[in-house]
């Protein structure tokens, strides 16, 4: 069985012993990989940079206007995924 086949909660199993760069990059060998992991790679930067300089809310917010400059339909899709909901207000 060829790696992308194996079930996607196995993929996120192997996922979580990988540090973000490997994460990445794994998520790169493969296009099939990369739907795999799009969501989970994308969870764990939101929650580092949210750690590191801003909360949720603001993180948030500068990924949705990033996916509207660079007109990314995929980042906008796992945003509108999430169970949290994006406030705009005063932007």
């Given at each position: 069985m060829a790696l992308p086949q194996l079930p996607p909660e196995l993929l996120q199993h192997i996922g979580k012993y990988l540090d973000n760069q490997d994460l990445s990059s794994f998520s790169l060998s493969n296009r099939q990989l990369h739907w795999r992991l799009f969501y989970p790679l994308f969870d764990r930067a939101i929650a580092k940079?949210?750690?590191s300089s801003?909360?949720?809310?603001?993180?948030?917010?500068?990924?949705?206007?990033?996916?509207?400059?660079h007109n990314s339909t995929h980042i906008a899709q796992y945003l509108n995924d999430?169970?949290?909901?994006?406030?705009?207000?005063?932007?």
């Open positions: 940079q949210s750690e801003q909360n949720d809310d603001e993180c948030l917010v500068s990924l949705f206007f990033h996916a509207v400059k999430r169970d949290d909901r994006i406030n705009l207000n005063g932007y």
